[in-house]
């Protein structure tokens, strides 16, 4: 199987981004069908089969969507969780051709695009010119189009709030063909329900939103070794203040006194002093070349790779200028790392606990994961700030977030996922969108519901 998602992991690999644009860009690539991608979320799970796929190579060029008689859902990159873009029996709009950049204010930091520009794209564009993307997941491999539709939070929440808060306005296209402008005045219910609405209210066609300034692309930044939950909620609420960038990974298989353990990440966008002299490096790219056998990832090898990681620091805190590359997109590096989890693939869980009673629920969810050895090594716990987004059903809220990889072993791995959700939901929390949710009004309903 080829995946199209490729050619924009090959953005790295040239010399000078600029040479990128535009001719790059303009000319869409008509893929030959043995190179056709299958359809799937990056968890691999669940597998559905699309009723058909309807590639779009131009925006004034998008089918009568009032023709057709199967659901329509457009489609990114596939690299969300569980089944937010998947579209089983029904027609799936492939926009990662609409890659074209519109304009670019290099005085104010505002870039207009098309769709399917990736955030690798924009940011092999903007870095050089002195900007960032004011929010960014930790893969660059997502569309813009993508980020809006899952409003995408980064580790700057407490400073920056979702990416919808820097989105100034965008088109979209309706089901009845009408093409519209959204923006935080026109439309504006249109535009607070595409932000964050899953590709549920229209096909956006382009977008529009403000970057951040910054001195060079490196990040100062320190990696503090913590031993306990208590310690790392300490930590947080001294960097909360001071760094723009804060983010840990969490040893959730253990218990007792280091229950919650792990390193913590925190880091600003490097001064034009600390960037100085300074090189950006290409770091070489490795494949997980095959889906691994499922049984590689099970309880005692978890928590041995989660021992292995806490002890891989040797010294308390470690400080240095690293490239916005390792510090935002270390996954990147590995192409394809969700075949790791073999081929029946994996869910993502996330949720948000509010404070209330010293974060009983959080103790109560890696309780549960310990006592039952359901657990991960890809785990990140991070806290929301207060700032609101514009998207009516965002998912984050203020609180502490933690996102945990769960290799998919059939209806326990379910089973396993409601009781944590029965725990959020009594906490008042919130469980992300990219678990299995198998209709498009029940993840309606779940998200109107849990607001
Ligand atoms: C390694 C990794 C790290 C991640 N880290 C984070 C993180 O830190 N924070 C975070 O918030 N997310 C994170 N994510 C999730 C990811 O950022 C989002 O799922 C993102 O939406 C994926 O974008 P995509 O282009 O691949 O879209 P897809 O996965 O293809 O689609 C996602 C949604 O966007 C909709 N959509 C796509 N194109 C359009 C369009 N043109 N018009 C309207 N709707 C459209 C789809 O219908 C679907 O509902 C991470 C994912 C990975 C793999």
């Not at 535009?22 to 799970?45: D, F, I, K």
């Not at 100085?276 to 978890?302: C, G, H, I």
Request: charged residues 25%.
């Amino acid at each position: 199987m080829v995946n199209h998602v490729k050619d924009i992991e090959a953005i790295d690999q040239t010399d000078d981004p600029y040479l990128l644009l535009p001719t790059n860009h303009m000319e869409p690539v008509q893929l030959p069908a043995s190179q056709v991608p299958r359809y799937q979320s990056w968890g691999r799970y669940p597998k559905v089969k699309e009723g058909l796929v309807e590639p779009v190579f131009w925006r004034g060029e998008i089918p009568d969507l009032s023709e057709i008689d199967k659901t329509v859902l457009p489609f990114g990159y596939g690299r969300s969780y569980g089944d937010s873009c998947l579209n089983e029996g029904g027609l799936v709009l492939d926009t990662t051709f609409l890659r074209r950049f519109i304009a670019f204010d290099d005085e104010a930091g505002v870039l207009r695009c098309e769709a399917g520009v990736s955030l690798a794209e924009v940011l092999a564009l903007i870095v050089p010119r002195g900007w960032f993307v004011p929010v960014t997941p930790g893969t660059k491999f997502v569309s813009v189009a993508g980020a809006i539709a899952n409003d995408i939070h980064g580790k700057n929440h407490h400073h920056a709030g979702t990416f919808g808060c820097h989105v100034t306005q965008f088109e979209l296209l309706r089901s009845n063909g009408e093409r519209l402008l959204c923006s935080p005045t026109e439309n504006a219910d249109l535009f607070r329900a595409t932000i964050g609405g899953l590709g549920l209210t229209g096909v956006i066609l382009w977008a529009e939103f403000k970057l951040k300034k910054i001195a060079n692309p490196f990040i100062a930044m320190e990696r503090i070794r913590y031993r306990s939950l208590d310690e790392f909620f300490e930590i947080n609420a001294q960097s909360d203040h001071d760094f723009e960038y804060t983010v840990s990974w969490m040893d959730c298989l253990i218990g007792g006194q280091h229950m919650g353990r792990g390193l913590y990440w925190r880091g600003n966008h490097a001064t034009a002093e600390q960037g100085a002299s300074r090189r950006l490096r290409k770091k070489p790219r490795l494949r997980v070349p095959f889906d691994f056998p499922s049984q590689l990832l099970n309880t005692l090898t978890n928590r041995m790779f989660n021992e292995a990681v806490y002890r891989s620091q040797l010294t308390r805190k470690i400080q240095a200028i690293s490239s916005y590359d390792d510090f935002f997109y270390p996954l990147d590096v590995i192409l394809d790392w969700n075949r790791a989890y073999g081929k029946q693939g994996f869910l993502q869980y996330q949720c948000v606990v509010p404070k209330d009673d010293n974060y009983r629920a959080l103790k109560e969810i890696l309780a549960q994961m310990r006592r039952t050895g359901e657990g991960s090594f890809v785990v990140v716990f991070k806290t929301f700030g207060e700032i609101k987004s514009p998207g009516m059903l965002s998912f984050p809220r203020p609180g502490a977030t933690l996102a945990v990889d769960f290799s998919y072993k059939g209806k326990k791995t379910l089973k396993f996922l409601d009781t944590l959700d029965q725990i959020v939901r009594e906490s008042g929390g919130r469980v992300g969108c990219n678990l299995m949710e198998k209709t498009i009004q029940t993840r309606i309903i779940r998200r109107f519901s849990a607001r």
